[in-house]
């Protein structure tokens, strides 16, 4: 069965520094990988996938995540976090039927 | 265009009451559709899913059931509410290789 683990409840991170996400996921072969993201009382927005090629994928809002096979990892990346991207985020895992498991998500606190 | 149209955005509702949550797409056929719930504090607990009309999976029992009456309508209900049904339900279309598309959510309120 896969599954993911986001091993950070809560990130607290000044304006305009960088912000780093993990994600780990278990799954038996090779996964799709999602990051999304949650503003409060919102639905999710899709922030970035991987599917293969380049393991190093961007996104919207100057996000990007790096697949990691050796390590399981697929961990979300922003080198200067703006006030706006206090959020939840969520890291997702899929197979071929497309069926996606979630982490139990970051909580990213942005500090003036 | 393809969008996903979830309502009422927010309701209360007493213990013992009933509820209905509606989900809809347009712009595609026979998509798969799933309906989510957060807990505060808590992650995404997949509720329901369906692949096609008519075609229901529970993953977890509870006091919810869900129906796929036509294509492109998912909906909740309850026959009667309950305290812990309280949380923000979140449906979701399948777009494949596209990852998920979310609706904007409806936060419960069970009082």
């Known amino acids: 069965a896969q599954s993911v683990t986001q091993p950070d409840i809560h990130i607290t991170v000044s304006e305009g520094a960088s912000l780093e996400l993990r994600c780990n996921y278990s799954?038996?072969?090779?996964?799709?990988l999602f990051w999304y993201v949650q503003s409060p009382g919102q639905g999710l927005q899709l922030l970035l996938k991987y599917f293969s090629g380049d393991t190093l994928v961007q996104g919207i809002k100057g996000f990007e995540a790096e697949f990691k096979r050796s390590q399981s990892s697929f961990n979300l990346r922003k080198p200067s976090v703006h006030w706006s991207d206090a959020a939840e985020y969520f890291c997702?895992?899929?197979?071929?039927?497309?069926?996606?498991?979630f982490g139990a998500g970051t909580t990213v606190t942005v500090r003036a | 265009s393809q969008t996903i149209h979830q309502w009422p955005a927010t309701l209360v509702q007493p213990v013992g009451s009933p509820l209905s949550l509606e989900c809809t797409v347009e712009?595609?056929?026979?998509?798969?559709l799933y309906w989510y719930r957060q807990a505060a504090g808590r992650g995404l607990q997949l509720l329901f899913y369906?692949?096609?009309?008519?075609?229901i999976s529970s993953e977890v029992p509870q006091n919810l059931s869900a129906s796929r009456p036509q294509d492109r309508q998912f909906i909740l209900s309850s026959k009667k509410l309950l305290l812990s049904d309280s949380g923000f339900y979140l449906c979701?279309?399948?777009?494949?290789?596209?990852?998920?598309?979310f609706g904007s959510g409806t936060r419960l309120t069970v009082v």
């Open positions: 799954y038996g072969a090779t996964p799709y």
């Open positions: 979701a279309w399948d777009r494949g290789p596209y990852g998920y598309t």
């Open positions: 712009g595609t056929s026979n998509p798969n």
């Open positions: 997702a895992v899929g197979g071929n039927d497309y069926k996606l498991s």
């Open positions: 369906s692949v096609g009309i008519g075609q």
